[in-house]
């Protein structure tokens, strides 16, 4: 049986695995599922979701409660959570919309205090979200993105993978892969090169990227024509991996800092 504490509620219909266990007062509300591993801290509630194994949830978290959207008519969507997940105290994960039906959340990442991921998101995995990051809905994040505390998105954006976004700033527009933004609404400040070393992308691969987002940025070119002349060149898979979060962008595409600062940045 799994451990549960006396005082925690949980729902007839709600499947756990015989190892998780449940901490005090914790409310595991109906449609939930729990994988192994998976530990509920006291006091945190659970509605209408699925997790994966090992996910962490500490105290107060709410994970798959209801949309914050008017328009929400209280029809059985879902979020669903991958593996290997922390969830921080006071996070607020909601599940889908009659819009997609389900908010997703891929495994390996971390919700710090009073973060939110808004209703039908998809989070790809290895996000990290800082203290008090608001994420509106419809918003989509790629692998190993970092968004700085205090940080708000826009709702509908696309932001790449490999990104960091800057503590405070406010994303209003698509955000290419690799990247570093910053501001207030937040411009381009050049290539995220840490995070891309972090994760294990070759030298070569950090200099074809700079080199691209040169062309992109800086050489005075159309964006549609520096994307074509960079198709043109056969690049490598990294190359292509910017050059399609580009070409993906529906709402707006970020820009970079102007002038001799974007060169700068671009090139640290």
Request: glycine share 12%; hydrophobic share 40%.
């Amino acid at each position: 049986m799994s451990d549960i504490h006396p005082t925690a509620v949980v729902h007839p219909s709600a499947k756990l695995d015989s190892s998780v266990k449940i901490g005090p007062y914790a409310v595991i509300g109906e449609g939930v599922e729990l994988g192994a591993g998976t530990t509920v801290g006291p006091h945190a509630v659970l509605e209408f979701c699925r997790l994966g194994r090992n996910n962490r949830l500490h105290a107060g978290c709410f994970v798959g409660t209801a949309p914050q959207d008017l328009k929400y008519a209280g029809e059985r969507t879902t979020l669903t959570l991958g593996d290997d997940n922390v969830v921080r105290e006071c996070v607020t994960l909601n599940r889908g919309t009659a819009a997609h039906g389900e908010t997703r959340i891929g495994s390996g990442c971390l919700f710090m205090a009073y973060s939110h991921v808004a209703h039908d998101c998809q989070l790809g995995d290895h996000v990290i979200l800082v203290n008090c990051v608001a994420v509106a809905g419809h918003v989509t994040i790629g692998d190993f993105t970092v968004v700085g505390g205090l940080a708000a998105i826009h709702q509908f954006q696309t932001i790449g993978r490999n990104c960091m976004i800057g503590g405070g700033s406010m994303i209003n527009k698509d955000m290419p892969s690799f990247c570093t933004c910053q501001g207030y609404p937040a411009n381009l400040r050049g290539l995220n090169v840490l995070g891309m070393r972090r994760a294990g992308f070759s030298r070569e691969a950090v200099a074809a990227v700079k080199n691209a987002y040169r062309t992109l940025f800086l050489s005075g070119l159309r964006l549609e024509e520096a994307v074509g002349k960079l198709r043109a060149q056969k690049p490598g898979p990294e190359v292509c991996l910017l050059l399609e979060s580009i070409e993906r962008s529906k709402r707006g595409l970020m820009r970079p800092a102007s002038g001799a600062e974007a060169e700068e940045e671009a090139v640290a």
